[in-house]
């Protein structure tokens, strides 16, 4: 309530002054910072007198004021104000030039007299002496007194006034001499009176005057004669008046005539001359009059016209060249006419610099749209009757009859703006009539039928940068997959980044989409990937297109179909790389083959639940397949091939509720199960024929006894095959290198029972029979005994030459020492060879001796010696047995060591901490002995 009550005084003050104030010392009111308040604030009955810096004082009455006490202000001087406003004060019964004496200023000085009324104080009636006094004034304002007359000498007391301005009075006629002495008038508003006629001679002697404004009065005939003593008017405002014609030189001479305001008239004609002298107006204001048509050659003379305004009539028709020569038309209303054709003539050509059309609410159609087929679309568009208007901002064409967007506002308006083209029968959009030459466009396309806004072809322009700002509300989009790039973009989601080409929805909140059978749904929450089309490929099966992911769904679900449908893609244009879904739901379908079918290459979703396969062969899959749906078939087993393509392919697998055969070759395929990453989608449906329970709790064990299964047999095979391998392999090699082995063994003192000489020859006397020639006497007598008869263990010897009994039969000789001994040492060497060898008895003795234990010798190959092939058989044979050693060998002593005979006792002597009585005998020692 407050508000309301401060609101008209704020705007009072506004209206008034216009400056600071200052601090008032005089008469005998309440005194303010800048005011005096009489008599005192107390009283109903009360003023206010203000006073403001710029030479502006302020009257301003209570409501109950009736008579104003000036006697309070008797002392008060204000020489230099030159401005009284007085608001809501009751005429005085003396005049405002008594007043602003009464007030301290001087009449004389007072330059601008303002009265502001109130509806209180109806009735009242200015007086001609009213300005008296005020012989200075040059404006004199007067709002809101509810006057109905004018004395007709009131102004002869201010021959200076400049400008007046009578406004919302109750004015219903002005004297003929009202202004005879105001030749200084430059001024003259009586706006919002009830002025129903102006005398013919009202401004005759005014030719200072530029500007009039007479609107909201009840004028119905203006005469002709009234301008013509004011050459130089330049704004005239007739609007909101009566006016059912204009004479036709009403204008004349009006050379500097520059704005004409003639709207809410009852005009409806125009006579062809009406303007032509009026050559300097740029603004023109002829709406919401009644005119049906406009004079060809009207506005011809009008080479400044800027704006033109004829909204608001009743046009049906424009003359051919209406508009043509207003070469400065830069904004033109023809709104709320009923328009049905623009031609291109009616408009300013060759020259224009049209900017800001306003063709809303009238019954246009489209360009050429009568019979328009495709092939002449373009050609239509050249027709566009404003595709000269290259200057063209802002085209307003709401509430018409356009069913597309005229082509020229993609490829004729460079610096189009905004398009208005909300309210028309426009039904489709497509990306051309998007993308406009300037770089940001609003299009206002609200309240149409538009089903569609199809985006296809986005990928072309998305590095173009343009900005498109659309309201769409009103319309009857289709969530179909036709409007999948354009949801998407609507909903933010550009096709990638850096993307130039941009589209927003202002009034995306309210734009909503229909999907079939399923009701309307705000555009910016609807999926977009369920954005679909039907579509007509296949007989009897139903089809989708889906963009999201490129994707046909052939649907043929529960149509009893033997096999899979044969459909006609490629007649039918869609694009190059999509894929394929099959769905097979519920058929009688028992093979598969047709995939084989080129058609089938891009399958990657095969649903084939609830028919009756029996087997699958994963040749006839195509490479692009992801998805296998095959529940409730005939399937029992899975061939391993198979297991291994969808391994390979890593498919999303439905296998459930088929009679799975269970049985040891079923592991494969619960192994297969079994594996984490594997997408299958129903493991529990998975189940052994005619068993309740679940494969995939079935343990490996209770579907394959252990023995039974294939790993465990071939492991226990294997594992045969290799210990045999094992000992075959061992068995040759140690015949190999059973010597190296057993010196190796022997030597390091292991296995020893392994290497021990049986216990055949525990009797014999000596350990070794050395068999040499006496040229070697010193090797053996220096080297070979000593090594043996040291070392450990010790052995007796028995030597040839040395140890024998002198004249014995040597042949006797060698058998007994042979027979003596478990081992005969002969030194082969060239000396041996041919000296001992070459003696007959001597060879024979010793192939006697040695007969069947030729295992018991050891020849010891020492110094060079002839090839054996220069050898003759028993010493060839002798060499080629294993049982010799080389002396300068690294391991002689070792090697023979082993040959030699290790007896048990003397092992298990070994055995023990320590051994002193195991001394050997040799035959040297023991022939000496007997000797
Ligand atoms: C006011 O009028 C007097 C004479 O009446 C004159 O001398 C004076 O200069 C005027 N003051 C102003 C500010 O015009
Ligand atoms: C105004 O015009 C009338 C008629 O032409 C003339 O008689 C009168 O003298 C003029 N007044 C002045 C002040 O010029
Ligand atoms: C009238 O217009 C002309 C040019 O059009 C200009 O030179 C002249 O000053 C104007 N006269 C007045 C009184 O404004
Ligand atoms: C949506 O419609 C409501 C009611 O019709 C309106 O008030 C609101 O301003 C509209 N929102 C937009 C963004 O246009
Ligand atoms: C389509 O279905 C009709 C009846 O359901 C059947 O007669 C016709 O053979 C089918 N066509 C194909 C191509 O399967
Ligand atoms: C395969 O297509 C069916 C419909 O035919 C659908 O329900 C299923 O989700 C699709 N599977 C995949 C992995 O896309």
Known sequence: MSSCRLLPAFLLWVWAAGGTTYTLSCGKCETHANSMICPESANQERYTVTLFQDGVLQLQCEKSVKLINFALMEDCSFPTVSQLDVLGCPLQSVSFGEIALKLGARPENITSLKLLGDAQHLGQSLQHWHLHGLSSLQIFHVRNHHFTKLPHNIFDATPKLKSLRFVTSNLDAVPETLFSYTVELREIDLSSNSLTHLPVNLFRNLTKLTNVSLQNNALSEIRSELFLSVPFLENLDLSSNLLTSIQENLFNGLK???????????????????????????????????????????????KNLEILDLGNNRLSDLPDTAFKKCKSLKKLY??????????????PYPKTVLTDLDLGHNKIPSPNNVGSLHGLYSSAESYFPLSRQTELKNIILNDNKFQYIPGSFNTVFLKLESVDLSGNLIQEIDLHSLLFLRESVKLNLKNNDIKIIDLSYLWSVQYSKKFV????EGNYLECNCMLYQFARMAQGKTPKEGDLFKIRVEDIDNVTCKIPERGTQKLLTVDTRLLVCKQDPCSNCTSYWRPHDEMLIIDCSYKDLKDLPTCDIDNYGIRKDYFITLNMRNNSITHLDKLQDPMYSRLVNLTIPNNKLSFINESYFPESLKALDVRGNNLTALPESLLEFFNITDMNLSLGNNPWMCSCDTIDFLNFLHVPSRKVNDFNDIRCKDEAESLMTISENSLCPFFMQ???IITIVAILIFLILFAVLGTVSFYKYKQGIKVWLFTHHMCLWAVTEDEMDADKKYDAFISYSHKDEEFVNKVLVPGLESGDPKYRVCLHYRDWIPGEYIQNQILQSVEASRRTLVVLSSNFIESVWGQLEFKAAHSQALQDRTNRLIVIVYGEIPPESELDDKLQLYISMK?????????????????MPHPQDLIKKRHRKRRDTDKLELCKSDSKLSV
């Open 469 to 472: 700002e659309l309201s769409l």
């Open 710 to 712: 294939p790993m465990v």
């Open 334 to 347: 023809l709104n709320h006419n009923e328009l049905t054709l623009l031609k291109s003539t009616s408009f």
């Open 883 to 899: 049982t010799y050693v080389k002396w300068g060998d690294a391991k002689f002593w070792e090697k023979l060591r082993y040959f």
């Open 256 to 302: 500097n005539l520059t704005s004409l305001n003639l709207q809410r008239n009852k005009l409806e004609q125009l006579s062809g001359d009406v303007f032509s002298d009026i050559t300097a107006v740029k603004n023109l204001n002829l709406s919401s009059n009644l005119l049906k048509d406009l004079g060809s050659k009207t506005f011809d003379n009008l």
